[in-house]
């Protein structure tokens, strides 16, 4: 158990520009989520998958922001376009099943300029 | 909807005293309580949860937290503050929801400070 991955650890890009993130969850954790940590503040919930299915997006996940898990173990987060506000600690998390705990990576560190 | 409430973004204290730092929760049914731990540039450690069991919850580190409900506080503490307990804690809440995701609601967070 090497516990959760998130690569690339740093990405700077221009603003406009698409990226994306991918996160490895540990293995046979069914559920997985994303957060977006800005400086100063607590991470805020993104979206949230179990198995392949994306259960749940918060409003905070505008029409540029897309995530994926398409074979219910890795997960990707794209974001399109990006923007200077887009700048962030993101954040992925797995958990083995209902109401445990969460196990987070070491975030991926998005900064726009 | 649940939220949390940590008083104080920045604790300072010497090594060797005691560490508090404050939690203060809303939830519309009993909730379950989490302190996770930030180093800089990294992800988040858990340090202790809650989940309706014991309300003195003893986590990794020497950290202990108490849930009372009558307060709608989880408050973090450690007798004795080391030099490596510096970071950014974060206390959380989620729902025990039948069937849902273990979404978590954090607070802003403390920085906490240790002084020789």
């Known amino acids: 158990d090497t516990g959760v991955s998130q690569d690339p650890r740093h990405k700077i890009t221009k603003r406009g520009q698409n990226v994306t993130f991918r996160c490895d969850p540990i293995s046979e954790h069914n559920r997985l989520y994303w957060y977006r940590q800005t400086l100063g503040q607590g991470p805020e919930f993104l979206t949230y998958?179990?198995?392949?299915?994306?259960?749940?997006k918060s409003r905070l996940l505008s029409d540029r922001f897309s995530a994926e898990r398409p074979k219910g173990s890795f997960s990707t987060l794209e974001i399109q376009r990006t923007e200077q506000g887009d700048s962030a600690m993101y954040l992925c998390a797995s958990s083995p099943r209902q109401n445990t705990e969460a196990f987070f990576g070491q975030g991926t560190r998005l900064t726009v300029v | 909807a649940q939220s949390v409430t940590q008083l104080g973004s920045h604790v300072s204290v010497s090594e060797g005293a005691l560490v508090l730092l404050r939690c203060n929760y809303s939830s519309s049914v009993p909730p379950y309580l989490f302190w996770y731990v930030q180093y800089p540039n990294q992800g988040l450690q858990l340090l202790l949860k809650y989940t309706s069991a014991a309300t003195l919850v003893k986590g990794i580190n020497g950290f202990e937290a108490e849930f009372k409900k009558s307060e709608t506080s989880f408050h973090l503490t450690k007798p004795s503050a080391h030099m490596s307990d510096a970071a950014e804690y974060f206390c959380a809440v989620s729902l025990p929801v039948t069937g849902g995701g273990n979404k978590l609601t954090f607070g802003t967070g403390t920085q906490l400070k240790v002084e020789l």
């Open positions: 998958f179990q198995n392949e299915a994306q259960l749940e």
